[in-house]
């Protein structure tokens, strides 16, 4: 209103045009909005005082006027009134206070204008630069040793001279190419390295063909969308990010490569193979999220953390001769299914992570995962068979969410970590070198067979837990304290049949809540073997048994074997099935000479005994 009365105004839109032309810009607005259409943003105005005669300022000076230039030059701009300067570059809104010359190399429009408190604003004054070429070679910068420094045209087909003012051209530089509207590019045959991100952005660039480049600096080709196509024979290190987003690339040769730097290909979603004799290393992140397939890296010795993470349509993984994988490394591989890491010893944490589809694992050599790691095969939710017969420890959930695997043999293990078995669903875990458990099978029927290096455990297990041990040990005990059920299958040796050159092999079985087994028997092989499989070896029912004060005994009996065969190594071990599951005593592996000669040697065996041994070893 007060407004209104003191000057001439119809209408609320006069005034916020005469605010906007007479305002004074303070420290903290910069007076953008000029360039905005005039349109009020916020605080963005703010007015001092006004009055009806402002002095108005002169036009900001500029060193060079606009027009055309052939070298890099700077540019300086001052006023006339020691004013403040602000300039804009290009289409870029964002305003900048002029404080120090500005280095014009490409085309390059400046607006600027000058500011000063109880002033008007001055005009805008606009400069335009075009940077021209005289010849080929001033498109580029040269240094001494022959690495191009800098392109400064912006043509879709480049063929790069071998010569630059009288130097041999030998490598191009940092960001040479960068962002430029490069579609394809021919280099000489003198070129040998490619500094970093030397074309990265080039959304354009569709192939790069070179023979004789050796090196490459990092993120070389990253972020080349529309890259198909690369063939770079001599290079035997792709570099960290090298050809990271280069979502349209096909296909690598990686034949002669020996390391694939820390996020080379990564999301790299068209590369489908990776498959090499000569790769000894890849960095991390490598892979992560590309279109691997197929993996054969038989050189292989660390698979980094997170190298393969998330490459969801990768099937097949060789690395025969793996030492270690780290964190992550297959984590979300979802059709993950075949593999080959016979030589792993070393896991950690999340490495087979959400691996869906995975059914068998294999890791014959698998020692340990790392203390503190967790969630190594969580939710890989089709595992059913894990083979680790040198695993020592279980980490902490390291089966969480295998809803298929339901038994674990673990001949080696002597460690259970805090919540091992947490949100698991094993039943069934065979570890008869077990010491310390911190952690049991939760399962309503879940059973563990332990040895007698068992100690205990700092845990509270579920009282449906059935512990299967050897009778006398602290196993037995153990189940006692806790008021949980104890079986017993065990071995009790092998004895002579002096009546028909046969061999008795004896066990036991017993449990301490008295159940009676469903079924008694044993598995053999003719052969010296500490692998005996129900499915796949010899199988036979015991039809007899004897129970004696709640321990029942039962005989797997060979008879009439032949001279030819004394000397044939038996292997048996006896099972009884009880709630639905077979439980297996150890491996007894005897000969019939063998237990004769054990007979002969004995000074307790009466001498009639003796005399009848070796009439059968003479017969």
Not at 171 to 182: H, N, R
Not at 498 to 514: K, M, P, Q, V
Request: hydrophobic share 35%; glycine share 6%.
């Amino acid at each position: 209103a007060l407004l209104m009365l003191l000057f001439d105004f119809h209408n609320s839109d006069d005034i916020v045009n005469y605010l906007l032309e007479r305002a004074i810009p303070v420290q903290h607005t910069l007076a953008y909005n000029v360039f905005h259409n005039y349109t009020v943003k916020g605080s963005a105005l703010y007015v001092e005082y006004l009055t009806r005669e402002l002095k108005s300022l002169n036009e900001p000076q500029f060193s060079i006027e606009g027009g055309e230039f052939d070298r890099n030059f700077e540019l300086t701009i001052s006023s006339p009134d020691d004013a403040d300067i602000y300039y804009l570059i290009n289409d870029n809104l964002n305003i900048f206070r002029y404080k120090q010359p500005i280095q014009i190399k490409y085309d390059t429009q400046i607006r600027a204008f000058c500011t000063k408190k109880g002033c008007k604003w001055s005009n805008v004054i606009q400069q335009n630069y075009k940077r021209i070429f005289t010849d080929e070679e001033s498109e580029y910068d040269i240094d001494e040793n022959g690495v191009i420094t800098a392109y400064y045209n912006d043509e879709s087909s480049v063929s790069v001279p071998a010569e630059i003012n009288g130097i041999t051209v030998t490598g191009i530089g940092t960001g040479v190419f960068s962002g430029k509207c490069l579609c394809e590019i021919i280099i000489p045959s003198s070129i040998k390295n490619i500094g970093n991100y030397a074309f990265s952005s080039c959304n354009n660039l569709t192939s790069f063909y070179s023979d004789s480049v050796e090196t490459l600096g990092l993120y070389v080709f990253s972020n080349c969308g529309n890259l198909i196509n690369v063939h770079i024979p001599k290079v035997k290190d792709v570099k960290y990010g090298s050809f990271s987003n280069c979502s349209n690339l096909e296909g690598y040769d990686f034949n002669g490569v020996e390391s694939i730097g820390h996020r080379a290909f990564e999301q790299c979603s068209k590369i489908y193979s990776c498959s090499s004799d000569s790769v000894t290393s890849v960095g991390s992140y490598a892979f992560y999220k590309s279109g691997l397939e197929y993996v054969d890296l038989p050189g292989l010795d660390t698979v980094e953390s997170n190298c393969f993470q998330s490459c969801t349509e990768l099937e097949s993984a060789y690395l025969s001769n793996v030492n270690e994988i780290e964190l992550e490394a297959f984590r979300s591989c979802t059709k993950l299914v075949n593999t080959d890491f016979s030589k792993c010893r070393y896991i950690q944490g999340e490495a087979f992570y959400f691996c869906s589809s995975l059914k068998t694992l294999d890791l014959p050599e698998f020692v340990l995962g790392y203390s503190g790691d967790s969630f190594h095969f969580a939710n890989c939710i089709s595992l059913e068979i894990v083979n680790l017969p040198k695993l020592k420890t279980i980490n902490k959930r390291m089966f969480a969410g295998c809803s298929l695997l339901t038994e674990l043999y673990l001949p080696s293990m002597e460690t259970v970590e805090k919540e091992g078995f947490v949100k698991s669903s094993v039943e069934y875990v065979y570890a008869p070198k077990a010491k310390v458990l911190y952690d049991l099978p939760h399962g309503e029927n879940a059973c563990i067979t332990v040895g007698s290096s068992f100690t205990g455990g700092n845990v509270t297990p579920n009282e449906s837990l059935v512990i299967n041990g050897i009778k006398g040990t602290i196993a037995e005990s153990y189940a006692a304290e806790k008021g949980l059920e104890f079986i017993s299958v065990d071995a009790m040796g092998a004895t002579i049949r002096l009546s028909d050159a046969g061999l008795r092999f004896g066990f036991s079985f017993y449990d301490s809540f008295g159940k009676e087994a469903e079924e008694y028997g044993f598995v053999y092989a003719y052969e010296n073997t500490d692998e005996l499989d129900i499915e796949k070896n010899k199988k036979k029912v015991a039809l007899n048994t004897l129970n004696n004060d709640g321990i029942t005994t039962y005989n797997l009996v060979f008879t009439k074997i032949p001279m030819a065969s004394f000397e044939t190594e038996i292997s048996v071990k006896a099972y009884i099935k009880i709630n639905g599951r077979y439980l297996y005593s150890d491996i007894v592996v005897r000969s019939f000479k063998g237990v004769a000669a054990a007979v002969l040697e004995d000074d307790t065996i009466d001498l009639f005994t003796k005399e009848k041994v070796k009439s059968l070893l003479e017969a």
